[in-house]
């Protein structure tokens, strides 16, 4: 009995094991997926309230929003997001840079990015979102989860979610979301100084502009 239970936790060591392995490979070849994808499969996620941009943080969990960065810039890519089917209404966005997707966090406020799951884990619904459309360009983000809504909390660099909130409450806008191709919008670059701050100009709807000295058009 004792040499033959022994053998068995050893199989079972052994399952364990080329299991884990597959899940890994199976995670670096989702991961090398979405990180190879062009330009033109890629998108920016620009908050309506403040002008800045989703930025999946590098390869930590956080999730927050900065001025959308050059493309010569080494952080280029953690503003860069795929949008991935789920079914026929909602999706994954997942960070080109990391190839981690947005991720609910569950009841709480806060949003984070995790290795994509499979639809047959408990958490998958935390990466499914559905892109409500408001107008021709702007979008509410809502997770299919818990019906939350990806919010920019203003002007700092954080990144929640709330309930929906009605048009007429005046923090609105920090629910509502622009989407652009990354292959055809980019920022339009101007004489750099060293005292050049990254501003949105709102009166283009086409285009960021880097506008020297803090000034809006």
């Not at 364990?16 to 996620?45: L, P, Y």
């Not at 997707?101 to 806060?110: I, N, T, Y």
């Not at 619904?125 to 203003?154: F, H």
Request: charged share 30%; net charge positive; proline share 5%.
């Amino acid at each position: 009995f004792f040499f033959s239970s022994r053998r068995r936790h050893t199989r079972c060591r052994e399952v364990s094991w080329a299991r884990r392995c597959v899940q890994e490979t199976d995670q670096r070849r989702v991961h090398g997926g979405f990180k190879n994808k062009k330009m033109e499969d890629c998108k920016f996620i620009i908050s309506k309230d403040c002008g800045k941009v989703l930025d999946s943080w590098g390869t930590g969990d956080p999730v927050g929003k900065y001025d959308m960065l050059q493309p010569s810039n080494p952080k280029y890519n953690r503003q860069l997001w795929i949008i991935n089917k789920v079914d026929d209404k909602f999706v994954m966005l997942i960070s080109k840079d990391c190839g981690k997707a947005l991720d609910s966090w569950g009841l709480k406020f806060d949003v984070g990015k995790y290795n994509v799951l499979p639809n047959t884990h408990s958490n998958f619904n935390r990466q499914c979102w559905w892109l409500k459309p408001i107008d021709a360009e702007t979008y509410m983000i809502i997770s299919k989860d818990n019906g939350m809504v990806l919010d920019s909390w203003g002007d700092g660099d954080k990144i929640g979610k709330y309930k929906p909130l009605p048009p007429e409450n005046k923090k609105y806008t920090r629910q509502l979301w622009s989407i652009k191709n990354a292959g055809v919008f980019k920022p339009v670059e101007l004489a750099a100084t060293e005292e050049m701050q990254c501003k949105v100009c709102f009166a283009c709807k086409n285009e960021i502009v880097f506008i020297p000295c803090g000034h809006l058009l």
